[in-house]
C-alpha cells in the first residue's frame, strides 16, 4: 500500500515535471527500456554501446541510449511470452476493457505525451498533441474489436460440421520510425494485444522517450506485467529481435532497404511482416479545382512534421491553365508558415530529426538546382533569433518549380519540407506519369469533377487515395501501400488479420469412411 502511494506521488510529481518543461531544459536520468512491468536498465548494458540522442530543437544531447544486446532481447521475450499465456486466455471484453482504460489514461496524460515527443522529435507541439488523439483514438477503437473476434460455422453433409478459430499469434515484435514515435508504438500495440497477443517494442534510437510511457500506461490500466515490453537499440538490436525464436510476427514502420532486410530475416523464420514502407506519391490538381482547398492539400501534403512523413504527396501535378496561379499561392502561404520553438503555440515547422538528415534534405536540394529545377522559395538552414535554437535542426520549407520526372528530387523520397511541382495537360499523360514510380503508399486527386476523381482513383496504383484533401488517417481506414510500399495494413478491421491465424476444426458426427 505505501509502495504504492509513493509510486503515485512520483507519476504525479513527474506529470507535473513535464507539462513546465520549456525547450533546451531536458535531460533524462531515467531507464529507457521496459520489462516486466517497470522501467530497467538493459541486463547487458556493460557490453553493449550508447546512442546519443539529441533535441532537434536545440543539438543538445538529452541522454545516451543504451542499446539492448540479445541477453536483454532473450528476457524481454520470454517475459512477453510468459504474459502472453495469461492475456491470450482472457475473453475479448476482458482485453477491451483494459485497452479502453489505457485509452482513458492517454487522454488525461495528454499533454505530458505531446511535451515529452515534441522535445524528442521536433514536431510543433500542436502536432505532437493530434498524435496523442489518434493514438488514443487506436486503442480505443481496437478496444471495441476485442470481443468480435470470431470464426465461421460450416455445415457438412451427414450431420457433420466444421469451424474456424481465429486465435492470436504469440509475442508480436514492433519497430517504430522517428517521425511519429508515440502514434507508432500505439498503432502497432493496439491491434496486436486486442487479438491477445504480447508485444516487444523497439523504438527508433533517435526517438526513444514516449514508447515507454506507453508501456508504462498499459501496466496502469492493466496488462499482464511484461505483456508489453520496450527494448532500445540500433539495427543490430533489431536483428536479434528479428531472428530471435520466441517472435511469430514483425511489424515495421522506415525506410525501404531497411524493411527488406527485416523480410529477409522473417523469411528464415516463416514469421509473417507487416511493412509500412516509404513513399513518393503524387497530389494531381486539375483547372477546374476548389483553388483554396489545393493550396491548402498541398501544403498538407509536403510540410507535416517538417516534411518527414511517409505518404507525403511530393510530386504536385499542376494542370497547365491553372499552374502560374497555384505557384503564387502556395509560395505566399509556404513563406508565412512560421518556423521556430516547437513549444511555442504559435510555431507552425519545429526542426528536423538530426543535423545528418538535414545535411541530406539539403542535398536534394542543391541536386534539384543542379539539375534544372527552380527554388521559389526556402529549401536553406534556418536560424532562429531565439539563441538557445542557433544549434537546432531547422530549414526553409522548399517549393521547387520547373521539375521534370527524371530528376532525382522527383523520383526519391527526400523526407523533408521540399514541394516538387510538375505541370501536365491532360488526365490520360498526368495519370502515367503519377504511376511511374516504385513506390505505392498514397496519392490524391483536386478536381470539381466526380465521375473524373472516381475515375482517377481507380487508376492510381497506391494503396491510400485522396479525394478534395490530403494526410488523413481515420482508424475506421485500412493504412498501407502499394508496390514498394510496404505490405500489410495499420488501421481498419482488417488489421485483425495480420495479427491472428485461423484454425479450421473438423466435427465428424457419423462413422469413418476407411477406402484402404
Known amino acids: 500500500m505505501l509502495q504504492g502511494l509513493l509510486n503515485l506521488r512520483a507519476c504525479l510529481h513527474r506529470s507535473a515535471a513535464i507539462r513546465t518543461l520549456s525547450t533546451g531544459t531536458l535531460m533524462i536520468k531515467e531507464p529507457l527500456n521496459y520489462r516486466e512491468g517497470e522501467r530497467v536498465h538493459p541486463s547487458d548494458a556493460a557490453t553493449t554501446k550508447k546512442v546519443r540522442v539529441h533535441e532537434s530543437a536545440t543539438g543538445r544531447v538529452i541522454c545516451d541510449l543504451i542499446c539492448s544486446g540479445q541477453h536483454e532481447v532473450d528476457l524481454a521475450a520470454r517475459s512477453a511470452q510468459t504474459a502472453f499465456q495469461t492475456w491470450s486466455q482472457m475473453s475479448g471484453l476482458e482485453r477491451g476493457r483494459i485497452l479502453l482504460e489505457a485509452a482513458r489514461i492517454i487522454r488525461d496524460q495528454k499533454e505530458e505525451i505531446a511535451v515529452m515527443e515534441t522535445i524528442n522529435n521536433g514536431k510543433p507541439v500542436y502536432e505532437a498533441r493530434a498524435d496523442v488523439d489518434t493514438a488514443w483514438q487506436c486503442i480505443e477503437y481496437y478496444a471495441g474489436l476485442a470481443g468480435t473476434l470470431s470464426g465461421q460455422h460450416f455445415q457438412l453433409p451427414g450431420g457433420s460440421f466444421a469451424y474456424t478459430r481465429r486465435e492470436p499469434l504469440g509475442v508480436c515484435v514492433g519497430i517504430g520510425a522517428w517521425n511519429y514515435p508515440f502514434q507508432i508504438a500505439s498503432w502497432k500495440a493496439a491491434p496486436a494485444l486486442a487479438c491477445g497477443n504480447a508485444m516487444v517494442f523497439k523504438p527508433s534510437p533517435l526517438t526513444p522517450v514516449t514508447a515507454v510511457m506507453l508501456a508504462e500506461i498499459f501496466t496502469k490500466a ?237 487508376s492510381f496504383q497506391a494503396g491510400v487515395c485522396y479525394i478534395n484533401n490530403y494526410n488523413l488517417t481515420p482508424m475506421e481506414v485500412p493504412f498501407g501501400g502499394y508496390k514498394m510500399s510496404g505490405i500489410g495494413r495499420e488501421n481498419g478491421q482488417i488489421t485483425l488479420e495480420h495479427y491472428s491465424q485461423l484454425k479450421t476444426v473438423y466435427v465428424e458426427m457419423g462413422n469413418v469412411e476407411c477406402t484402404l
Do not use: W
Request: with cysteine; charged share 25%; proline share 4%.
Open 222 to 458: 492493466g496488462i499482464p506485467k511484461g505483456l508489453f515490453n520496450v527494448v532500445q537499440g540500433d539495427a543490430t538490436t533489431g536483428e536479434f529481435l528479428c531472428n530471435h525464436p520466441e517472435v511469430a510476427k514483425i511489424s515495421f514502420t522506415g525506410s525501404v532497404p531497411t524493411g527488406s532486410k527485416i523480410m529477409e530475416m522473417a523469411s528464415k523464420g516463416i514469421k509473417p511482416v507487416t511493412l509500412e514502407l516509404g513513399g513518393k506519391s503524387p497530389v494531381i490538381i486539375f483547372s477546374d479545382c476548389d483553388m483554396d482547398n489545393a493550396v491548402k492539400g498541398s501544403l498538407m501534403a509536403n510540410f507535416l512534421s517538417q516534411g518527414q512523413v511517409c505518404n507525403n504527396g511530393t510530386r504536385v501535378f499542376v494542370q497547365r491553365e491553372i499552374h502560374d496561379r497555384f505557384l503564387a499561392e502556395v509560395v505566399n502561404r509556404t513563406k508565412n508558415i512560421k518556423i521556430g520553438d516547437p513549444l511555442l503555440e504559435d510555431t507552425k515547422m519545429g526542426a528536423l530529426i538530426s543535423q545528418t538528415h538535414l545535411d541530406r534534405v539539403l542535398g536534394f536540394v542543391k541536386q534539384a538546382k543542379e539539375q534544372g529545377a527552380t527554388v521559389l522559395c526556402g529549401g536553406e538552414k534556418y536560424v532562429p533569433e531565439d539563441l538557445k535554437l542557433k544549434n537546432g535542426y531547422y530549414m526553409k520549407p522548399c517549393i521547387l518549380a520547373n521539375c521534370r520526372d527524371d530528376m532525382t528530387c522527383v523520383k526519391e523520397e527526400i523526407f523533408g519540407p521540399v514541394m516538387s511541382v510538375l505541370v501536365f495537360d491532360t488526365e490520360e499523360e498526368v495519370l502515367q506519369r503519377a504511376n511511374t514510380t516504385t513506390f505505392g503508399l498514397a496519392a490524391a486527386v483536386f478536381t470539381r469533377d466526380i465521375s473524373r476523381a472516381h475515375r482517377v482513383v481507380a
